[in-house]
């Protein structure tokens, strides 16, 4: 049997290797995790005020602006804290909580970019069912599925991880995850294992498959079927912007949870954790601010010319 330990909390010792640059860190951290809060809440803001944007499209991008509010603010705050503070330390309970909505909330994320992609779809390979297939009851229907599918699969998570024995509190790790938890139980861990590879990654390569399947059918019916330039350009320049995110969000993903091969990965992979949850959410409001003409208009008229001139 091997010998594990009552486990109250975790020391997060995910190092920056020259000490002397934590300050800087934490004011780069500090200055991103406040332009996600401003940008993402402005988003969201003129989605609720500006009657224009009362549509599929921006009902959706209002949830994912909420989102990533709530993304970055599960690990950021946690973490700028530890840069400054000599014990690097979070509780058991607080550990398995970040790991229930880091999981909750990055599962929403990648079902949500499969919705607009759909939407998207709908949109502009079916502009006159429209308004009858996305209509609100579904839109908030599907988006209520999103949220509660995401939940109950990061408490299966939760759950799986919190029932586990370990013989070590030194979590060589930035904040909580699954998998770095799982190099310090003790026992057996296959069924841990088994739900990473198999449930989470079905999970998401399906949501990506979906999510890349409906941009293919997009830009084939674009370029095969509709002749019209202005709404070729129109089509594309929204799609583009969608289409950055997916690309953000699945290539940090990616990097982050395929096995790294040497201890450089694992170094790489542990940095671009941190960027894929404070990087990520920043992208976000500007990709789509700054393509997007009905947004940059509705951000002029709530907070004023002066503001963008």
């Known amino acids: 049997m091997e010998n594990y330990t009552t486990v109250n909390e975790f020391l997060l010792l995910g190092r920056i290797s020259i000490q002397e640059l934590q300050p800087v860190i934490f004011m780069i951290f500090f200055i991103l995790y406040i332009i996600n809060l401003l940008g993402n809440g402005a988003i969201l803001l003129i989605i609720i005020l500006e009657p224009r944007l009362h549509s599929p499209m921006y009902f ?47 599962c929403t994320e990648s079902i949500l970019l499969a919705m607009m992609g759909f939407d998207r779809f709908v949109a502009i390979c079916y502009p006159l069912r429209y308004s009858v297939t996305m209509n609100p009851q579904v839109c908030i229907l599907l988006a209520a599925v999103t949220w509660f599918t995401s939940f109950f699969y990061a408490l299966m ?42 449930v989470t990654g079905s999970l998401a390569m399906a949501a990506c498959f979906l999510t890349l399947l409906s941009y293919c059918y997009i830009i084939s019916f674009l370029l095969f079927k509709n002749r019209n330039c202005s709404v070729l350009h129109k089509a594309l320049s ?5 289409f950055m995110v997916v690309s953000l969000f699945y290539g940090t993903v990616a990097l982050t949870y395929i096995t790294p091969t040497s201890a450089t990965s694992v170094k790489q992979s542990r940095f ?36 963008f001139a």
């Open 60 to 106: 959706f991008l209002g949830n994912l602006s909420c989102l990533d509010i709530c993304y970055s603010s599960v690990t950021l705050p946690k973490l700028m804290s530890n840069l400054l503070s000599t014990r690097k330390a979070i509780s058991f309970l607080g550990c398995i909580t970040q790991i229930h909505f880091f999981h909750f909330l990055g």
């Open 157 to 198: 998570h939760s759950v799986m991880t919190a029932r586990l024995k370990f013989c070590s509190q030194k979590l060589n790790y930035f904040f909580c995850d699954v998998k770095p938890l799982l190099e310090l139980a003790c026992g057996d861990i296959r069924l841990n294992q088994w739900l990473i590879y198999i």
């Open 238 to 242: 929204t799609c583009a912007s969608h």
């Open 272 to 307: 671009v954790a941190v960027i894929h949850t404070t990087v990520t959410p920043v992208m976000n409001p500007l990709i789509y601010t700054l393509r997007n003409k009905e947004v940059m208009l509705a951000l002029k008229k709530v907070f004023g010319k002066k503001l």
